[in-house]
């Protein structure tokens, strides 16, 4: 069955073929025809194709399925006091990390599925199509496992992350736990993963051992990604781009040469402004990385200790008030940016054969994403053509 989405006020494509032929590839007065679960055709409402049935969009907005490509989902336990501490002054240095690791070996299979069945939800529910979620709150051979297992059940992008920080009963032997995640732990993960990925800084993994960890993922056939630059400078950007990983992610602290470096690679700069948020860490300045011809995604870091919201639309107006991004860069982080952190070619932009993912908002225009922070603007999320009213609710598949 054909379903043409009409009377659409402003229609994002992120095809600069359509349109005011931006980046954003903006068409007003438009429409959408989804057959299949994909996009079968764009353009002017009044050239629009017959159909099977029509879902009037009421002149709003409609804009491309965010796409989350870096979060931690896969955890038990709560660490609001831990952000109350930050907000009282004190500086966050990852060590919160250890807490999440007890909860999570201590919860059941169940209580896990629950967890990322609430919190996958809630981003539906914030516009996201799909999202990226790790394992890393495990830090044994079962239980990085058994996360990579439960999340398997929610998105088909998750990211194995034995690499996290070394857990307290290896904390003098780190050698030995680098060695456990680059073979026993690996290879009882990577049936369950399609990312392999390390925390790369500080009180972390330094840039030789997540060298190890990622070439070893590389051979089992993992692609790499990593967390670098949060907390400090360091070569974990330089790293990223020498491996060819598909993003690197934080580059709170990254240089000139790291900035040039990614420049001149396939490897997307991911920003996360809800960790500067929720940390009172200094922003990092996306202008740069899109002024020296960086591609940057924006992701929620949804995690509970340093960035616990499932809501892109807060993290695009952070990205325009704190770290430079119009809003226009913003929302294209947000939906294209994410995907080729992703590399996805197949969600993210709205043309014909991309899936029909999808969000109508409550506005009549995308600025209002940054514009009205805070307010859920998200009037629809459909999916695979799935999830308006009209045509039920939206498959659990990311």
Same mark, same amino acid.
Request: include cysteine; glycine fraction near 10%.
């Given at each position: 069955?054909?379903?043409?989405?009409?009377?659409?006020?402003?229609?994002?494509?992120?095809?600069?073929? !359509?349109?005011?032929?931006?980046?954003?590839? @903006?068409? /007003?007065?438009?429409?959408?025809?989804?057959?299949?679960?994909?996009?079968?055709?764009?353009?002017?409402?009044?050239?629009?194709?017959?159909? *099977? !049935?029509?879902?009037?969009?009421?002149?709003?907005?409609?804009?491309?399925?965010?796409?989350?490509?870096?979060? $931690?989902?896969?955890?038990?336990?709560?660490?609001?006091? %831990?952000?109350?501490?930050?907000?009282?002054? !004190?500086?966050?240095?990852?060590?919160?990390?250890?807490?999440?690791?007890?909860?999570?070996?201590?919860? =059941?299979?169940?209580?896990?599925?629950?967890?990322?069945?609430?919190?996958?939800?809630?981003?539906?529910?914030?516009?996201?199509?799909?999202?990226?979620?790790?394992?890393?709150?495990?830090? #044994?051979?079962?239980?990085?496992?058994?996360?990579?297992?439960?999340?398997?059940?929610?998105?088909?992008?998750?990211?194995?992350?034995?690499?996290?920080?070394?857990?307290?009963?290896?904390? &003098?032997?780190?050698?030995?736990?680098?060695?456990?995640?680059?073979?026993?732990?690996?290879?009882?993960?990577?049936? $369950?993963?399609?990312? +392999?990925?390390?925390?790369?800084?500080?009180?972390?993994?330094?840039?030789?051992?997540?060298?190890?960890?990622? #070439?070893?993922? @590389?051979?089992?056939?993992?692609?790499?990604?990593?967390?670098?630059?949060?907390?400090?400078?360091?070569?974990?950007?330089?790293?990223?781009? %020498?491996? *060819?990983?598909?993003?690197?992610?934080?580059? /709170?602290?990254?240089?000139?040469?790291? +900035?040039?470096?990614?420049?001149?690679?396939? =490897?997307?700069?991911?920003?996360?402004?809800?960790?500067?948020? &929720?940390?009172?860490?200094?922003?990092?300045?996306?202008?740069?990385?899109?002024?020296?011809?960086?591609?940057?995604?924006?992701?929620?870091?949804?995690?509970?200790? &340093?960035?616990? /919201?499932?809501?892109?639309?807060?993290?695009?107006?952070?990205?325009?008030?704190?770290?430079?991004?119009?809003?226009?860069?913003?929302?294209?982080?947000?939906?294209?940016?994410?995907?080729?952190?992703?590399?996805?070619?197949? @969600?993210?932009?709205? $043309?014909?054969? !991309?899936?029909?993912?999808?969000?109508?908002?409550?506005?009549? =225009?995308?600025? $209002?994403?940054?514009?009205?922070?805070?307010?859920?603007?998200?009037?629809?999320?459909?999916?695979?053509?799935?999830?308006?009213?009209?045509?039920? #609710?939206?498959?659990? *598949?990311?």
């Amino acid at each position: 069955m054909t379903v043409l989405y009409d009377n659409i006020g402003e229609l994002v494509t992120n095809d600069p073929t !359509q349109g005011d032929h931006s980046p954003l590839g @903006i068409l /007003t007065d438009a429409a959408l025809l989804v057959d299949n679960g994909q996009i079968a055709w764009v353009g002017p409402a009044a050239e629009a194709p017959a159909a *099977d !049935q029509r879902v009037d969009c009421g002149h709003a907005a409609v804009i491309p399925g965010f796409v989350d490509s870096h979060a $931690h989902l896969v955890f038990d336990g709560d660490r609001a006091a %831990e952000f109350a501490a930050r907000m009282a002054g !004190q500086p966050y240095d990852g060590g919160g990390i250890a807490t999440t690791v007890s909860a999570t070996r201590n919860a =059941t299979d169940d209580v896990l599925a629950a967890n990322v069945a609430r919190l996958g939800q809630e981003l539906r529910d914030a516009g996201v199509t799909t999202f990226e979620t790790k394992s890393g709150y495990g830090l #044994t051979v079962d239980d990085e496992a058994r996360s990579l297992r439960v999340a398997t059940g929610f998105t088909t992008e998750t990211t194995f992350l034995g690499a996290h920080v070394v857990p307290a009963e290896y904390a &003098s032997r780190r050698d030995e736990y680098v060695e456990l995640v680059r073979t026993t732990m690996l290879e009882a993960c990577a049936p $369950h993963a399609r990312w +392999i990925d390390v925390f790369c800084d500080r009180g972390a993994f330094n840039v030789d051992e997540a060298r190890a960890i990622l #070439t070893a993922g @590389i051979a089992r056939g993992l692609q790499p990604r990593l967390h670098a630059s949060q907390l400090g400078r360091g070569d974990g950007i330089k790293l990223a781009v %020498e491996l *060819d990983a598909a993003s690197v992610d934080h580059c /709170t602290y990254a240089t000139d040469e790291d +900035i040039d470096a990614l420049a001149g690679s396939s =490897t997307v700069a991911t920003l996360l402004p809800g960790a500067e948020f &929720s940390t009172r860490a200094q922003w990092p300045n996306g202008r740069r990385f899109l002024d020296a011809g960086a591609t940057v995604a924006l992701a929620t870091d949804c995690n509970p200790g &340093s960035s616990y /919201t499932t809501s892109m639309a807060l993290c695009i107006a952070l990205a325009v008030r704190d770290m430079r991004l119009t809003p226009a860069e913003a929302l294209w982080a947000a939906t294209a940016g994410g995907a080729a952190a992703l590399r996805r070619n197949d @969600i993210g932009a709205l $043309h014909p054969g !991309q899936r029909a993912d999808f969000v109508q908002l409550h506005a009549p =225009t995308y600025l $209002h994403l940054a514009y009205r922070p805070g307010v859920n603007l998200i009037a629809h999320t459909v999916v695979a053509g799935q999830g308006h009213p009209d045509h039920g #609710t939206p498959a659990p *598949d990311c």
